[in-house]
Structure formats: C-alpha cells, structure tokens
C-alpha cells in the first residue's frame, strides 16, 4: 500500500488585487445614474403631459391685473379661464390686451355685451346699453356707460366688450377707431368660469 503523502500548503493562493475590483464599482455607479436620469427622464415627460392635458380641459390659471371688472373681479384674484364653448352676450372673458387698454398685462379681462350680428347702442334714455335695440339688465356695473356714444352692428366672428367698471374704458369703447371697438374672436383666451383664488363664486 502506498503511504498517504501530507497535504501540500506549499501551492501558491491566487490574489484578488484591489485594482481589479474599482472598474466593477464604477460601472455599477455608472449603471445606477443612467437609471436613475432616465426615470427622472419619464417623470418629467409624465408631468408635462398631465399638464397640458389639465390645461385643454380645464383651461388655464389667470391673474386679474387691475381694477376694472370690480365689482366683479377684484385685482389680485386668480381666475380659471375655460378654452370651451363660445363666448356669449354675458360671459365674462379673458382677451389679449390691447396697446391702447394700458393694461399690465398681456391679457385683459373684459365681459361680452354683444356678439356677431347683434346691434348695440349706446345709450338709451336711462344711459344704458342696448342690443338689438331693447335695453339690457346689468347689474353688475358701477358708473355710467355714456362717456362715448356708438352705434354698431358687430360683424361675424367678432365680440364687443365692455368692462363691469364703466369709468374705466378700457375697453371697446377705447378701440372704437379700429373694427369699430370689436374683438376678434381669434384673440379671446376663453371664458372665465371660477374665481379659484381666493375662493369664492364668480360674480356677476
């Protein structure tokens, strides 16, 4: 029987140097970040899609520049303004401003009297408006309409506005030189449907 040799210790043991271990870490940091700036990635294209999506259907946020809709709007409030519909004899509306308005603002807020194909007049005996030669209710003003007189048909496709402040003209009574103080409805931004700052219902 052969005798049984003692185990040999004397084989070299393989070494894993330092070295060969920091390219394994940094591909995983590596792999980590592109992971991680892809899901921001999504998140951020997440987030503009729900936002544009909220804005075609509930509209946008506005901001009310100055005082010439109290009492129904007062400055400072935030107003929802809806893309929906189209605006009619009544509506408070949100329009690209005109130079001539000196408003701060891009946009202006502004309530409809009449809209295309209507006749509107002012002023009757009383110092009131009339569409359609019958006059109109409208007790939401303050101040007298009369400053300036007119007498319009509004063409298709066209607004006249006025503001629920009557002393403040800025509004198509101020443009009367140019389409006869009408807006096109091209210009309108939308209807203003909730006051959502402060909260309160919308007057008027």
Known sequence: MSALRPHDDTQP?????GRHAAPKSRRTVGRWTAVAAREVGIVAAA?????IAARLLFGQIAYVADDAMAPTLSPG??????????????????VSSREEWDVP???AVVRVVAVGGQRVACCDESGGITVDGAPIE?????????QVTFDIIVPAGRVFVLTDDRSAARDSRAILDSAEGTVDLA????RVV??????RALGG
């Open 47 to 51: 987030v503009a899609v729900v936002v």
């Open 194 to 199: 909730a006051v959502v700052w402060p909260p």
């Open 77 to 94: 409030e935030r107003i929802l303004v809806s893309p929906w519909g189209t605006p009619q004899a009544g509506d408070v509306i949100l």
């Open 138 to 146: 409208e007790p939401f003003v303050i101040g007298r309409t009369d």
């Open 13 to 17: 043991i393989p070494v894993v140097r």
């Open 187 to 190: 210009d309108v931004r939308g």
């Open 105 to 107: 603002a891009d946009d």
